[in-house]
């Protein structure tokens, strides 16, 4: 595909439920970011991915929530025991190569509803 | 304080208005500096990157102030379909490269 692309777009969870988030980035991208997105927020970085290494996960809000990039290509953002505030767009991004000048390219999200 | 601020907005211009948005940062050490445009209930997209002598695409010019920290963006002749939230990323190197994106600045164009 051309793009970054997440599934589901849209999950509604009971508290209490795990729910797994998928990110497809585009072909070749080294660089993958997690990021949640509250209401009227912008986005807030949780976890990064060089290949398969999670070199950065000092903004996962708990330790309820876990990523894992295996392969270096699809990644998969899980949140065990979803809670209210979980509740946001979990937007996923990815780029060429790691430096501090590259475009991101966004997916399109994953809306969650936790009731 | 928050490590990027923006004005929320909403602003609120008419069509050809000419608009401006701020954004100030708290680390002097952040090397990269975006403007992301965000629709609603779609993802952020680049505008476009800006760079320390200022830069221009077309009606939109983005200029950044080191010195005192902010990055701006100006919109001429604002047309219907700018109407976005216009967000405003830093980067900066700590171990990895970090990421750090405003709230956005809400405006809408109106006819």
Known sequence: ?115 | RKEVEQDPGPFNVPEGATVAFNCTYSNSASQSFFWYRQDCRKEPKLLMSVYSSGNEDGRFTAQLNRASQYISLLIRDSKLSDSATYLCVVNWRSGTYKYIFGTGTRLKVLA
Do not use: M
């Open chain 1, 1 to 115: 595909g051309a793009g970054v692309s997440q599934s589901p777009r849209y999950k509604v969870a009971k508290r209490g439920q795990d729910v797994a988030l998928r990110c497809d980035p585009i072909s070749g991208h080294v660089s993958l970011f997690w990021y949640q997105q509250a209401l009227g927020q912008g986005p807030e970085f949780l976890t990064y991915f060089q290949n398969e290494a999670q070199l950065d996960k000092s903004g996962l809000p708990s330790d309820r929530f876990f990523a894992e990039r295996p392969e270096g290509s699809v990644s998969t953002l899980k949140i065990q025991r979803t809670q209210q505030e979980d509740s946001a767009v979990y937007l996923c991004a990815s780029s060429l190569v790691e430096s501090s000048y590259n475009e991101q390219f966004f997916g399109p999200g994953t809306r969650l509803t936790v009731l």
